[in-house]
């Protein structure tokens, strides 16, 4: 079955700290891998997708394929990265779901 | 370009009715997902049209329903409404590449639906 752990509901930081963000994943085949970001009041909207090797807003995102992990990082947390986040796994064709884990909540105090 | 459209934006109905949500895609997106979001369960999915054909579904009971058009807009459908059913709903388009590739999903706001 497929599966998304996000272990961590809660993350709080302050500014200028580093960020990590964990995310495994249990999925048949070698699934595309994303994460995406809900800001207050506002609608869910992609952040990166590990095809694509991008860094977005300052956030990188590592795939370790032999620990099925796709964590997402950033060296130094500002104010208005405060926000919802969730990992999220997709097979291709008849198995393109996007299957969303629980999310976790970063705040990133002053 | 415009976004991920979806009607109407909250909606109130009675145990027992059934509603229908529609949702407007980004122009050339022709995969469509639908999304049920609540507090406790967070994001569940729904089901997913490619092409106006069902491609995938969740674990969700028949009385939900969804189908797609041939302009790629895209409803959903719910039938006697249950208190349960309470939450919002979001779609998501994509654009899919050569070799079945997604390029991420770009969300609409919601429908928010109160089942009293």
Same mark, same amino acid.
């Given at each position: 079955?497929?599966?998304?752990?996000?272990?961590?509901?809660?993350?709080?930081?302050?500014?200028?700290?580093?960020?990590?963000?964990?995310?495994?994943?249990?999925?048949?085949?070698?699934?595309?891998?994303?994460?995406?970001?809900?800001?207050?009041?506002?609608?869910?909207?992609?952040?990166?997708?590990?095809?694509?090797?991008?860094?977005?807003?300052?956030?990188?995102?590592?795939?370790?394929?032999?620990?099925?992990?796709?964590?997402?990082?950033?060296?130094?947390?500002?104010?208005?990265?405060?926000?919802?986040?969730?990992?999220?796994?997709?097979?291709?064709?008849?198995?393109?779901? /996007?299957?969303?884990?629980?999310?976790?909540? /970063?705040?990133?105090?002053? | 370009?415009?976004?991920?459209?979806?009607?109407?934006?909250?909606?109130?109905?009675?145990?027992?009715?059934?509603?229908?949500?529609?949702?407007?895609?980004?122009?050339?997106?022709?995969?469509?997902?639908?999304?049920?979001?609540?507090?406790?369960?967070?994001?569940?999915?729904?089901?997913?049209?490619?092409?106006?054909?069902?491609? #995938?579904?969740? #674990?969700?009971?028949?009385?939900?329903?969804?189908?797609?058009?041939? #302009?790629?807009?895209?409803?959903? #459908?719910?039938?006697?409404?249950?208190?349960?059913?309470?939450?919002?709903?979001?779609?998501?388009?994509?654009?899919?590449?050569?070799?079945?590739?997604?390029?991420?999903?770009?969300?609409?706001?919601?429908?928010?639906?109160?089942?009293?």
């Amino acid at each position: 079955a497929q599966r998304v752990t996000q272990p961590e509901k809660l993350l709080s930081v302050f500014k200028g700290a580093p960020v990590e963000l964990k995310c495994n994943y249990s999925y048949s085949g070698s699934p595309e891998l994303f994460w995406y970001v809900q800001y207050s009041r506002q609608r869910l909207q992609l952040l990166l997708r590990h095809i694509s090797r991008e860094s977005i807003k300052g956030f990188t995102a590592d795939l370790n394929k032999g620990e099925t992990s796709f964590h997402l990082k950033k060296p130094f947390a500002q104010e208005e990265d405060s926000a919802m986040y969730y990992c999220a796994p997709q097979g291709a064709g008849a198995n393109s779901k /996007l299957t969303f884990g629980k999310g976790i909540t /970063l705040s990133v105090r002053p | 370009k415009a976004g991920v459209t979806q009607t109407p934006r909250y909606l109130i109905k009675t145990r027992g009715q059934q509603v229908t949500l529609s949702c407007s895609p980004i122009s050339g997106h022709r995969s469509v997902s639908w999304y049920q979001q609540t507090p406790g369960q967070g994001l569940q999915f729904l089901f997913e049209y490619f092409s106006e054909t069902q491609r #995938n579904k969740g #674990n969700f009971p028949g009385r939900f329903s969804g189908r797609q058009f041939s #302009n790629s807009r895209s409803e959903m #459908n719910v039938s006697t409404l249950e208190l349960g059913d309470s939450a919002l709903y979001l779609c998501a388009s994509s654009l899919i590449g050569a070799a079945g590739l997604n390029y991420g999903y770009t969300f609409g706001s919601g429908t928010r639906l109160t089942v009293v």
